[in-house]
């Protein structure tokens, strides 16, 4: 039986993106592409790293260049919380912005997306989620990624930890989507090895997850396969040599059309485990993901063996003479062998996890959004064995 739904089935809505400008340097367009939607007064989203970073100077100085009035909110922490959402939705509606420049990895654009919508609007925390109406459309938004992972910057929807049950959710609306990207490799060469390989994990399993989901479609199929090749042949020389700007080019580049692509499709169950470590153990995305990804993808392979086996091409190790099964098994041994070779090789009890965790991490993946776009559909119990293997 075919694995995937005959295209024929398939209703399609291939709905255009921000227009992202790639350059190496290409950060100096941010003034003139702000003036350009008619903005006045900036304000910048971003982590307090990158805050007091030249790279924050540059953009301030670029939009004061193209005349706007500029101020920084930079209280966006790692896995955003609904009190930095709150405080930067404060922050944009005493600045009276109205150009919002999100700043960062995940992180700052997921914290912009909310703000976006909380500046304008009463709602506040888990009332910021995507099924809200909203009585205003969203303050315009220019995203400028610093990580090489996310591909935030190509959808609505930022994922956020609820302070009070640890949950994460969605906020999020169409008019938070981006008005312009802004991709300069440029801007990630100063990413640290281990960042670098957490956000570069994350973009092969966006490409990953994407192609083996419920409802993959051809186009979708094309941007993860490309992705799988660009990332899997980059991303250990952009950890080993954080100044090969071509590396930071690729994954990048790489970071961004997987974005493309799996908002077309949705993610699934590596994601779904990932943001329920994230939100109960603050740990980072892609080193969460990393945890669980080669048992998630073992779970999910007896559904999706032809497509795992053309994986195996993507990461360079498929082999013509061999069947799809064994092509598939070294699709998985090639993912695994890259989490190792960029240091993100643990278990989950290296972050202080026990078996009594287990049961509340598996409700929250089962109910995550994201989890019905798996292959199969994980039953609890099926979740908490995943998360066994790997303790
Ligand atoms: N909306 C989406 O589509 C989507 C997709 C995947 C992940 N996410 C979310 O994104 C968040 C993770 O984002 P992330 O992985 O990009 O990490 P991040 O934004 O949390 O940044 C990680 C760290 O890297 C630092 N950093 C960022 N750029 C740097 C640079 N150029 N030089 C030096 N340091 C730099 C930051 O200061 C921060 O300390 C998570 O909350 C995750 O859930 C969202
Ligand atoms: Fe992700």
Redesign the pocket.
Known sequence: MSETRKLSSYELVLDPKPAAHFGVGAVSKVGELAAAQGAKSALIIT?P??GASP?CAEVRGSLEAAGLAVSVFDGVT???TTACVDAGSDAGAAAKCDILIAL???????TAKGVSLGAVNPERGVALDYSTEFKNSGIPIIAIP??A????EV?A???ITDEITHKRFYVGHSSALAKAAILDPK??V???AK?TA??GM?ALVHATESYISARPNPYSDGIALQVVEMVSQNIVTACTKGDDIEARSQMLLASHIA?VGFSHTGLGLVHGIG?AL?GQFNI???VALCLVLEEVLKFNLPHRVSRFARLAFALGVGDTAKNDAQNADAAIARIAELVKQVGLKGKLSDFGITHENLSSLANDAVEDAVTNNNPVAPTREQVIAIMEKTL
Request: glycine share 26%; charged share 10%; no cysteine.
């Open positions: 982590d790293f990158l790279i790692p896995n955003p960062g990895g995940g992180s700052s654009m997921d610093t990580t992972g996310t591909g935030s959808n929807f930022g994922v801007l990630t100063g990413l640290p960042a957490a956000t994350d974005g943001h994230g980072p995305h892609g």
